[in-house]
């Protein structure tokens, strides 16, 4: 049981680490506001696309961390929707 705490834990961090790494990614791709860029673009940017995937692991894993049923069932399947969302966008856009 240790054992499984043990990779919780680690799990909790990595996912703290990424989420603050977000914002980051998020001003990786400066030169225009949301408004001032077109639906193609937004919709098949790869800077985008990755914010939209980062978001979506990122709702996925505090479902999977939320002790509450319904919110984890919010969370987890919006993170899924977000990431299948960013997988399609990502192969519509190749």
């Known amino acids: ?6 990779v919780k834990r ?3 961090s990595v996912a703290l680490f ?3 790494l977000l914002p980051m990614a998020a001003s990786a791709h400066p030169g225009h506001d949301l408004s001032q860029a077109s639906a ?4 098949t ?3 985008h696309i990755m914010v ?11 479902g999977t ?16 929707v977000m990431l299948v969302g960013a997988i399609v966008l990502w192969g519509k856009s190749l």
């Not at 193609?40 to 919709?43: F, V």
């Not at 939209?52 to 505090?62: D, I, K, R, S, V």
């Not at 939320?66 to 899924?80: E, F, K």
């Open 45 to 47: 940017s790869p800077y």
């Open 1 to 6: 049981m240790n054992a499984m705490r043990l």
């Open 10 to 12: 680690l799990a909790g």
């Open 65 to 80: 961390q939320v002790q509450r049923r319904i919110p984890a069932r919010v969370l987890s399947t919006l993170g899924l």
């Open 18 to 20: 990424v989420s603050a």
């Open 40 to 43: 193609k673009h937004i919709l």
């Open 52 to 62: 939209l995937a980062l978001a979506g692991a990122a709702c996925w894993f505090a």
